[in-house]
Each structure stands twice: as C-alpha cells, then as structure tokens.
C-alpha cells in the first residue's frame, strides 16, 4: 500500500541536506558527502555539499519562514523561494553562463538546489579587498540587457509577457523596498539607522521637499511600471566574481518592475566604492560603471534591432526614448540606493567598514550628496559620461 | 444518491434563460415571466427577463466564445464575463449608482446576473438624436474620480493592489486594444476601414514619424502601467443614461492600466459628438467635457486629501504632479480614440451617421486633426479649458 502525504515545510540540518541530496541522485550513490550550512542565517539556509573524491559539489539553498532584521523575526513569504528559483530559469535562459545552473526546485520545503559557486567570491567582499574583475562590468552590463531586454513587451508576446507579470507577483519582498528603499530614510522612521555625526544631513533630507516628490515620482514608477522581470535586489552582494566569471544570484525580490530600478541598484554600489577609493583603484571603479552602462545600451540596443516585436520599433526616436527613461530611471533609483544604504536599516560594508570615524562620516555625507544629486538632476545628467564627470568633481 | 456533474459551457435560449432565472428564485415562485434576447448578438447574448404581472425585470448577460467581426469569428475567452462581473462588483463598492447591481455571477456559463437598466438610453445613442443628460457630465467624472482612486496604490495596501492587478489580468482584451487603438490605425493594416476621401489624410498619419513615436510612448504606457483599475472600454455606448441616472456597464476589457486611458476615451466620444453639432447643441457638450474634467480632477483631488494611504502624499507638488500626469495621458489617449474611430477596425455612428457625404468627410477630417493635436501636443495643452478654446478654435 502506498500512502501518499503531502509534505510539510520543516527546515533541514546538514544530515538532512545530505539525505536530501542523495535522493536527488545528482552524485553517484555511494558517493561520500560531506555538508557545511555556509549562509548567514537571516533570511535562508544555504548548504554546500560536497563529495569528498572528486570535489564536486552543489548548493543547497532553503528559505527560512522569518527574516531576522535588527533582532526580531519578522514572517517572510516562503513563496519567495519558488519565486528566486523561477527567476534564475527565467533570466538563466538569456543571460547564459552568467546565472546560476538550477538542478532542482521543492516548492513545499522552500528549497532550490544549483550550481556549486564556492570558488567565486562575493563581489562586494573582493571589491572591498581591492580585487580586480575586469569582466564584471561587461558581465553584468549583458546580464543586465539580455534580462531586462527579453522579458519586456518589445521582445515577447503579450500573453506571454502578461502571464510572466503576474507569476511574479511578489508582493510581500517589493513591500521591503517600497518601505526601506522608497520611503522610511526620506522620513523620521524608526527603521533607520545612522551615526549621530549624519544626523544635520539626515534632517536636511527629511525637510528636503523637492527631493521627496522626486522619490514619490520614482517610488510610483517602482509601484506601477511593470516592464521587464528585474532581479529586485541587484547590489554588489548577489554577485559571485571571479577574474574571469560572473554569476548573479540571490533574485528573490524579483517581479515586474522599470528597467532602471536594477541598473541603478548596480550601478550605486560601485558608485559606493568610488567614494572609498582613491587614484588607480577609484579609476578602476569609474570605469566599471562607464562600462557597466555602455555595454548594457549597446547590447540592449542591438537586441532590440534584431529581436524586438514591437510594430513601432522602427518608429524613429523610440529606442532612443525608451533607453532615455531608462537611463534617468537609472540615476533615481542609484541615488535612492545611495541614500537608503548610508541612512536607512540595511547598510553596506563598503562604507560601514571605514575604521576612522571622520572619514567614513565624510565618505557618507558624500554618498548622501550623490544620492540628492542623482535623484534631483536626473533629467540633466545626460550621459554616463556626465556621472563620470560627477563623479570626479566630488574627488577633487 | 446525488449525481454531481460539473457544468459545462452552453448557450442559453430565452427558453432556458428563464429556466435559469427561475433557479435564482429572484422572482416569486409562481411568477409568469417574459424574455427577450436584446443584445447585438457580436459578442454576448443579453436576455432581458420581465414580470409580467409586476412589470420588474432583470438582465441575464452571456459570454459568446467568439466574437463575430467584419463577418469572421473569432475565438474570445469566456474568462472575460468572470472579469466584467468582478469590475462591476469593484467599481460599484466605490461609484455607488453608477454601474448596475450585480445578483449573481456564473463562471461556467459565464453568466452575470445583473439591474434592469432598459428604462435608461444608450447614452450614444441618446446623444446622436440630441437628447439632454444634464448628469452625464458630472456623473461620469465623479465615477472616474472613485473607481480610479480608490483601486490605486493610492488608496490601496500594496498586498490588496497586486492581489486586484493578478485578478485583473486581462491579456485576451488588452490585446485588442493594443491592436485596434494603438497599432493598426498608425500603419497600413488590413483591418482599418475608411472611405476614399480619407486616403490622403489616412496616409499622412502612416508617414507621420513625429506622430508615431508619440502614440508608441502612449502604447507603451498602455502595456505596463498598472495605475488602477480601468473600465478599459469607456465610450459613450458603455454608459446608460437618462435625465437623471448614468449607469457604467460592459466592463469586460477592465485590467489594471493608466488612469489617463478611461478619462481620456470618455472625453474622445464627446469630442465625437462636438465635431457633428452646432451652436447651443455644440456648447452643452463642451460643458460636459469640461464638467467632466472638473468633477473628476476635483473628486480626485478630495480623495487624496481625505483618503490616500500613500507616505508621499502630503509632499509639495505630488498630487498635482499625478493629476498632471493623467491629463496629459487623457488627451494622448483621447487623440488615438478619435483617430481609431474614424480609420479603424470600430467606428461610431456619430460619423458614420452622418449622411451628407461631404459633411461626413469634413467632420472625420476634424476627428482626425484634432486626434493628431491632442498626441502631439498633449504637454502643452494644460488645462481643460484649453481644451475647449481648441475645440471652439476648430468651429469657427
């Protein structure tokens, strides 16, 4: 007799990794293996397993039903795992060799099982050691165009694109940006957080009126927009880097968003490491960005040229509209990304992590500066090479 | 022993119709009732079923799975009755009196149950023959006003809005709407209708590149602005009216899009109706349109005040900037409805009525002139009253 059971989510151990993946059959069955739980145990477990002959291994990444954010435990959707899983197939299928390999997906136990990445680094880690990735801003500027580029209305049919909009409804993660990104550092919110030496600048945003209509305008647009299918949560911390590879993980936040939102999230992290840089290595860092954008257009540009379906896209001026948006689009969102990273609850290591007090106190005012800036001149800043110029005047 | 079979899709005859209703028990028991199958018999049959004795009725709405145009037929979801009779449900929770009274709703056989409403006028209709709807104005901006409001993330929890845009997804007639108002009319299709006289005009929009990249931004916003939910078919023949009532029906194209589209495609069928009058009949419809803009701007704006959940919302300038925003969506799109109707696929019979053919010419012309300044002016015609100086400019 065969009794069947629906399963029920329980969290896994490392034994139980281990089982789980032997069931799975992707080693040979009388292959050793060996577990290690590698995540940082706030929002998911992330097990590494290995067999110990051949160095093999995979991961094995399940979400937990809380997210532990300044000591609570707050409930977070286990849905978001189906929904990162789905995203890394999706973007997987244009962005080829730069997403994660997907072996398999468990919707009951929030579980997906991928591609081994142990031997990259965390971009944002090498980047704060000085680590050179000459491919990762030509990575990620295809990774960028490719994605954005075929999930959005020129290059799919709207059946197709419509069903896609609404399997990735995410309510419950774009409710953490709308709150932490787009709203709580532009108010006396008690999620932020910030050193008391920011606190006449923090005040200065607070009471800032011009600025606030234009982050309620680029909060509208995150809210409304649904044009491509974005990562969500594109900051140097879901990227795996090597010299010569580049893999975006980590897209739970995923759903249908504006295009800008995740080149500009990209783009302010290494905005973010341009202020902590100096001479060769902050050349080092503008270029990235420079090349980050030129790649995305271009690329962007010639799928459009060669795959769109868009009965206007051939109308003159479109594509150079469309990716006009896109670019001030970009510049908003980076500097709300600058903003919230220095001010509001989820902060970055880039800056955090300066030991002299009175140069991270400047290294943040400076990211706070951008952010005004990139927020309020973002329909004047009219080319990369304008922020690039920015971007150098603020150093000199 | 009880047999329970799934209901399967059939359609109804006036025979079985009052069947159906008998069922529903919305009659007395022993009532003798009367029906007759009323609709165009396109795209539904619409069974309207009366009490002899008492003389109270009720209208039985069925989804046909085809629609018959230019004597083809086309397959068409059923999925769209579930649609209507939602919107109706929705929409009437906010515009209270306007849109008829739902009492019951049949998915399988796509059935909405729903108010008499035939001692009321097509207001199409009703208007061609010149009779007065001194509430029509007012009635349809203080609809626009609470539909569009209330289902926005203005007035929303962001779960409640993504849950509604999910529901609402309506591919199947977003597409035709992309196709018949936005794309077709602007090239060379097979499925526009004009007569002879128009060729020249007819062409110089297919060649009008400075046109057509402003209708494409328009489509554009049609395809991924999730703003609210829309009516999505808001001409004058989804309006019953009489001297004192206005019922908004036939809301099956309802999806979640950009506010400016209901606004702007009411305003395009009484721009309709101002081409083929003169003098004192003239002047009542530039009243309406511009009452209908004053209430609905006004409305909204009362709304906000009293009602927006939205952190932003007391910010300096957001409010208006949003009003702003749907203005000039309202005249983009009230310019692509006045240019479809008179060129493409589904004209109206303000024109068309028209008997004298070289005044019928004249006025399709008008339609399309004033279509071509409302897309490519709509940033600098900022006000309604605007509006109407152009349309009086256009008399004389």
Not at 268 to 292: K, S, Y
Request: net charge negative.
């Amino acid at each position: 007799m065969t009794v069947v059971t629906k399963k029920e989510y329980e969290s896994l151990t490392e034994e139980k990794a281990i089982l789980y993946a032997k069931r799975l059959e992707l080693f040979p069955k009388d292959a050793e293996l060996e577990c290690r739980e590698i995540g940082d145990g706030n929002l998911n477990y992330v097990f590494h397993i290995k067999e110990l002959e051949s160095g093999k291994g995979i991961i094995l990444k399940q979400a937990l039903p809380y997210a532990k954010v300044v000591g609570e435990s707050w409930p977070l959707t286990l849905k978001r795992a189906l929904i990162e899983a789905k995203a890394l197939q999706k973007h997987g299928e244009f962005a080829v060799g730069l997403v994660p390999k997907v072996y398999a997906v468990d919707e009951e136990l929030a579980i997906t099982v991928m591609e081994d990445l142990s031997h990259l680094t965390i971009a944002r880690e090498g980047l704060i050691r000085l680590e050179a990735y000459p491919k990762l801003a030509s990575h990620i500027g295809e990774y960028l165009a490719q994605t954005l580029f075929h999930t959005s209305d020129f290059a799919l049919h709207p059946f197709e694109k419509k069903k896609l909009v609404s399997e990735f409804s995410n309510p419950e993660l774009c409710k953490i940006t709308e709150d932490l990104i787009f709203t709580d550092p532009f108010f006396d919110h008690e999620t932020n957080d910030f050193e008391p030496s920011l606190r006449e600048a923090v005040a200065a945003i607070w009471s800032n009126e011009p600025l606030k209509l234009e982050v309620a305008k680029l909060k509208k647009s995150f809210l409304t927009e649904a044009e491509a299918l974005l990562h969500g949560d594109l900051h140097t911390g879901s990227i795996f880097a090597s010299e010569t590879e580049t893999k975006v993980i980590d897209p739970e936040f995923a759903f249908y968003g504006p295009v800008g939102f995740d080149v500009g999230l990209f783009l302010a992290n290494l905005i973010v490491q341009t202020i902590t840089r100096d001479g060769e290595q902050r050349e080092v860092i503008l270029h990235h960005i420079a090349e980050t954008w030129d790649v995305f257009s271009a690329e962007f540009s010639k799928l459009w040229d060669t795959k769109a379906v868009e009965s206007y896209k051939d109308t003159k001026g479109f594509k150079a509209y469309v990716l006009e948006k896109v670019f001030q689009d970009t510049l908003g969102f980076a500097g709300c990304e600058l903003i919230r990273r220095t001010i509001g609850l989820a902060h970055v290591k880039d800056l955090d992590g300066i030991e002299d007090g009175e140069k991270r106190t400047v290294s943040k005012k400076q990211a706070l500066l951008l952010g005004e800036v990139f927020i309020l001149k973002r329909r004047e800043i009219n080319s990369i090479q304008a922020v690039i110029e920015l971007l150098e005047e603020l150093h000199k």
